[in-house]
């Protein structure tokens, strides 16, 4: 594990999230294909480079004839780590807002924090809210980092499928998509009562998805170039990680 400069060139993939979702836990994962024994909630970001594992095919080498050596030195990619605490997610924003070479973006949550009621469900469709609003208003930044960055794709790692409390990732899905339509109206709310964005142009901007629409959708932000999946999987638990899907996604963005 270390830090990111100097490696900037490597294809990057970012991983955020809340708090205790898992994201430390997948990088050690992936790094050194073996779970972490013990984690620490995260202070800083932390990078580490990664090697597709034998058998994924990175989607630029779809091409290539399997006897082509350079099948045999794997593809490698910087997989970047943030905090999840609320008061350190600048650091992750900024790795949006200042992308270096980045591929994609795994959001990962706690699949068994996302009942209907649970805090969790909350936090986390804030957290998701305030990443794809980012990603929608890309195109009006003045970073050309930013702006150059076409189609963003995001896999919403549903995590700790091993809990018997874990929802599914089609349920993690639909209630992510009702929590967030609530946000949404919420801060929408909010914003006329404080008397900003009451011209419609403000209020755009501060819309995630189609206006005028009362339920958010993922699909939404397909007009954005935002493209979102849902799966599932589990780092740790007792029968062993299940990451594979996660790792189909990877290899297809490297
Ligand atoms: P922050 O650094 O605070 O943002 O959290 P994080 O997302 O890095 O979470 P971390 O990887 O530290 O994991 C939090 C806790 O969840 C740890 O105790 C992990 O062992 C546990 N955990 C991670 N993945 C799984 C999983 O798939 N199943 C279960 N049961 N526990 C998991
Ligand atoms: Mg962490």
Redesign the pocket.
Same mark, same amino acid.
């Given at each position: 594990v270390f830090r990111a400069s100097g490696l900037t060139t490597l294809p990057s993939i970012l991983l955020i $999230?809340?708090? $205790? @979702? $898992?994201?430390?836990?997948?990088l050690t994962l992936f790094e050194r294909g073996t779970s972490a024994a013990q984690?620490?909630? @995260?202070q800083a970001p932390i990078s580490a480079e990664c090697h597709l594992p034998v058998g994924t095919l990175a989607s630029s080498d779809k091409y290539r004839s399997v006897n082509d050596p350079t099948n045999l030195t794997h593809k490698k990619f910087l997989l970047i780590?943030t905090?999840?605490?609320g008061k350190l997610r600048h650091h992750a924003l900024a790795n949006i807002t200042n992308p270096q070479n980045l591929k994609g973006i795994i959001f !990962?949550v706690d699949a068994a924090t996302l009942s209907a009621g649970d805090e969790g469900l909350r936090h986390t469709a804030d957290y998701l809210h305030d990443v794809l609003l980012i990603l929608q208003k890309r195109a009006e930044s003045k970073n050309k980092a930013v702006k150059a960055l076409k189609e963003i794709p995001i896999l919403i790692a549903a +995590?700790?499928?091993?809990?018997f409390t874990a929802l599914p990732a089609s349920l993690v899905k639909s209630s992510l998509e009702a929590e967030i339509s609530k946000v949404r109206s919420s801060r929408s709310k909010g914003l006329l009562d404080s008397g900003i964005g009451m011209d419609d142009e403000g209020d755009r901007d501060e819309w995630l998805g189609e206006v005028g629409s009362t339920e958010f959708r993922f699909k939404q932000m397909e007009e954005f170039d935002v493209v979102v999946e849902v799966s599932g999987g +589990? !780092?740790? $638990?007792g029968e062993g990680a299940v990451v594979g899907k996660w790792w189909t996604w990877i290899s297809e963005r490297l």
């Open positions: $999230g809340p708090s $205790g @979702s $898992g994201k430390t836990s997948l984690t620490h909630t @995260s780590d905090p999840g605490h !990962v +995590n700790k499928g091993d809990l +589990n !780092v740790a $638990g």
